[in-house]
Nanobody, 126 residues
């Protein structure tokens, strides 16, 4: 069983920055690919970013590329999402998800993430 816990979300002004954390309480963390998704009220859940189990492959949606950076610290069993130049359109509940052994196509809809957190709320004011 993999327990994912997100943190770091809060209210921030447009143009500001936040760093989200996804803590994965599992001894198999180094074998997990981890992704961030977000869901705004009344909208479908959308892919934001992902990092492979090795950390070598990184994926970003077009809407966040160049503004967000994903990274992982295996010693802390944590994946981070550094979000810069935030916009009101980034307002959403941000969830992390994980799958064992993933490295390719982590941004594709056919990838089934087996473990999900509850999310952390990000609100960007204009």
């Amino acid at each position: 069983q993999v327990l994912l816990t997100e943190s770091g979300g809060r209210l921030v002004q447009s143009g500001g920055s936040l760093r989200l954390s996804c803590l994965a309480s599992t001894p198999t963390f180094s074998s997990l690919a981890v992704a961030w998704f977000r869901q705004a009220p009344g909208k479908e859940r959308e892919f934001v970013s992902a990092i492979s189990w090795s950390g070598r492959e990184l994926f970003y949606s077009d809407s966040v590329k160049g503004r967000f950076t994903i990274s992982r610290d295996n010693a802390k069993e944590t994946v981070y999402l550094q979000m810069n130049r935030l916009e009101p359109e980034d307002t959403a509940n941000y969830l992390c998800a994980a799958v064992l052994g993933g490295s390719l196509n982590l941004d594709k809809p056919f990838i089934k993430y087996d473990y999900w957190g509850q999310g952390t709320q990000v609100i960007v004011s204009s």
